[in-house]
């Protein structure tokens, strides 16, 4: 993609692995924003409609959620099983860096990112945020 374009965003796995020679620039978005706000950023969630799901899907999501907690060694040795020097990094990513929870200061930051979304005209309104 560098090849052909000034600049990208990369995410997931392509983000990751990467590893680069130094000639290209790296931004950390989401330690941008978290020097600038002062809040971490959230950058991925379940979302949903008001009442399009029943008490007990939610509880099948979080039991989901919990249950892959309790498994991450096997996760990330079944992912990369044809990768078995990414396994450790693997397992960290997701012990470490991924947040299963939304917390007072991530609540924050994403109201703010939606405030500022309404600002940059990206979006009309922002909806008074709901967690189930």
Known sequence: ????????????????????DGSVEKIDLGEVWM?????????????????????RDVEVLQGA???????????????FASLPERQAMGVRYLRDNIKYSLGAQERAGLE????????AGVISRAEPLRFF
Not at 65 to 78: C, K, P, S, W
């Open 35 to 55: 020097r600038t706000t002062g809040l971490p950023f959230v950058y991925a969630f379940w979302a949903g409609r008001h009442g399009s799901l029943s008490p």
């Open 65 to 79: 959620r919990d249950r892959g907690l309790q498994h991450t060694n096997e996760i990330a040795r079944e992912y």
């Open 112 to 119: 703010l990112f939606y405030r500022y979304a309404v600002e």
């Open 1 to 20: 993609m560098l090849a052909a374009c000034d600049a990208a965003l990369i995410i997931g796995d392509n983000a990751l692995m990467r590893d680069g």
